[in-house]
């Protein structure tokens, strides 16, 4: 079965870096439209930022761009997101998504079938 295991969170300092890895399985990764979406305790689930199933294309949150990157290795089956310049307001548990389409990854996260089980990241000021 279809497997996303996200890792790389943690307690980090304002201004701090991180990287998150999804590892997939179980699926054609370079079939699926990946994303990232955070969800802040008794907050709704949030778009961070997406990629075509190529990596050629890369979609972002008002938020985080600029500070944030997507990326992905279809020969190793993992999405990366690089986060510099953290914020106390990046504060969530972040997930990885896949939409097996090949059109640009949505906002929606209804639309998402596959998911991970999350990774916290925590922001101190």
């Known amino acids: 079965q279809v497997q996303l295991v996200e890792s790389g969170g943690r307690l980090v300092q304002a201004g701090g870096s991180l990287r998150l890895s999804c590892a997939a399985s179980?699926?054609?990764?370079?079939?699926?439209?990946m994303a990232w979406f955070r969800q802040a305790s008794g907050e709704e689930r949030e778009f961070v930022a997406g990629v075509k199933w190529t990596g050629g294309n890369t979609y972002y949150a008002d938020s985080v761009k600029g500070r944030f990157t997507i990326s992905r290795d279809n020969a190793k089956n993992t999405l990366y997101l690089d986060m510099n310049s953290l914020k106390v307001e990046d504060t969530a548990v972040y997930y990885c998504?896949?939409?097996?389409?090949?059109?640009?990854?949505?906002?929606?996260?209804?639309?998402?079938?596959?998911w991970g089980q999350g990774t916290q990241v925590t922001v101190s000021s």
């Open positions: 179980g699926l054609t990764f370079s079939n699926y439209a």
């Open positions: 998504a896949g939409d097996r389409t090949f059109r640009p990854p949505t906002t929606n996260w209804k639309v998402y079938d596959n």
